[in-house]
């Protein structure tokens, strides 16, 4: 095997590089990111990704394209979809150009180590790639070691980036900053509620409850089996449900976020946001952590979130506990992630 792969940045192929070598696998390094800005942001990556691969001996090759120009325009008009539908495909669709042509017969790329990215839209891409160019896309779910990568990087000193990589991932990361903590609308409150409450009220309200957290999870059987020891929080606009999360305890250490869901009329409004930091507060004086289950489009919400620790795959979860199909928008789950928050972290202000 002949291996180009792909690199974003030096910190991303730490663990890459040393999971591939693991497997006997000695990888070429290419530096194709015409998505990155600006260009002092573009120069210390892969100035960074210079000294790293001189450093441990590996073979690199750098494409120069800085490309601000072209990117702005092929994205303007879809900025919500910039990643899937430009900024990941013309970089795999160069790695793989360059490796058709230069006598590799497999490429792959770090940004499978991303939990911000969307990684089966990467493996689709790189696939279809791989057809177009009669080569070998390998596929590899590097996030396990993403935590431990990001450590060593540190300690080598490498330079650490602080968004994905182009102007308007920057720029949502301060719009993050500055809406960190917002505060509720007039008329809004928490309303933390036990499960013996629930149990007491009358049908019609316990119906309420179930049938919003069937639109997060669709089995009733489930839902009603960890609301037996689970706790409800509703977030409620004067009489309505805005948004609504149980969560139940795990161990000493541990509790679980076992659903969350913003009724529709609520959405994209950060409510869920706002849930999550509320239960956060809420256990982090008598829990050390917060565990998530989740589904492969929704681990980029949450590691935002602050769960950020890879834990664990269930493969087939949702084969193996469902009588139907389960479909997260365009994407058939299978598998179950699980990603844990720190709850002693200090968050920044």
């Not at 919003?212 to 706790?231: N, Q, R, T, V």
């Not at 000493?252 to 950060?270: A, H, P, S, Y």
């Amino acid at each position: 095997m002949k291996l180009l792969l792909h690199t974003c940045c030096a910190p991303c192929s730490v663990y890459c590089i040393k999971s591939l070598r693991g497997e006997d696998i000695e990888p070429t390094v290419y530096w194709y990111n015409p998505n990155i800005h600006p260009y002092m942001e573009y120069k210390a990556r892969r100035d960074a990704l210079k000294q790293y691969t001189e450093s441990i001996g590996v073979q690199a090759i750098f494409e120069e394209d800085y490309g601000l120009r072209e990117f702005c325009k092929n994205v303007i008009n879809d900025l919500e979809n910039r990643c899937s539908k430009y900024c990941y495909k013309i970089r795999l669709e160069q790695t793989a150009k360059f490796a058709k042509e230069n006598g590799y017969d497999t490429f792959s790329t770090t940004l499978l180590i991303s939990p911000y990215q969307q990684h089966e839209v990467l493996k689709q891409l790189g696939e279809e790639v791989a057809k177009k160019y009669d080569l070998t896309f390998l596929y590899r779910d590097f996030r396990p070691g993403f935590r431990e990568g990001q450590k060593e990087a540190r300690e080598l000193g490498l330079y650490m980036q602080k968004y994905c990589g182009c102007v308007f991932s920057e720029e949502q990361i301060f719009i993050t900053r500055t809406n960190t903590k917002p505060n509720l609308p007039e008329g809004f409150e928490f309303l933390p509620v036990k499960r013996n409450i629930i149990i007491n009220k009358e049908k019609n309200d316990k119906n309420q409850y179930i049938g919003l957290l069937l639109e997060a999870d669709p089995s009733e059987k489930m839902i009603e089996k960890y609301l037996i020891d689970g706790e409800v929080f509703v977030l409620r606009y004067k009489d309505d449900v805005a948004c609504i999360a149980v969560v139940t305890k795990l161990d000493n250490d541990t509790v679980e976020l076992k659903n969350i869901v913003t009724k529709e009329e609520f959405r994209g409004k950060g409510y869920a946001k706002k849930m999550i930091k509320y239960l956060a507060d809420n256990y982090k004086q008598r829990y050390k952590k917060m565990l998530v289950g989740t589904t492969e489009n929704n681990i980029p919400f949450y590691v935002k979130q602050g769960f950020d620790r890879y834990e664990k795959t269930i493969k087939n979860f949702f084969i193996d506990n469902y009588d139907k199909e389960i479909w997260d928008e365009d994407l058939k789950c299978t598998d179950i992630y699980y990603y844990s928050k720190n709850l002693k972290k200090k968050e920044n202000s």
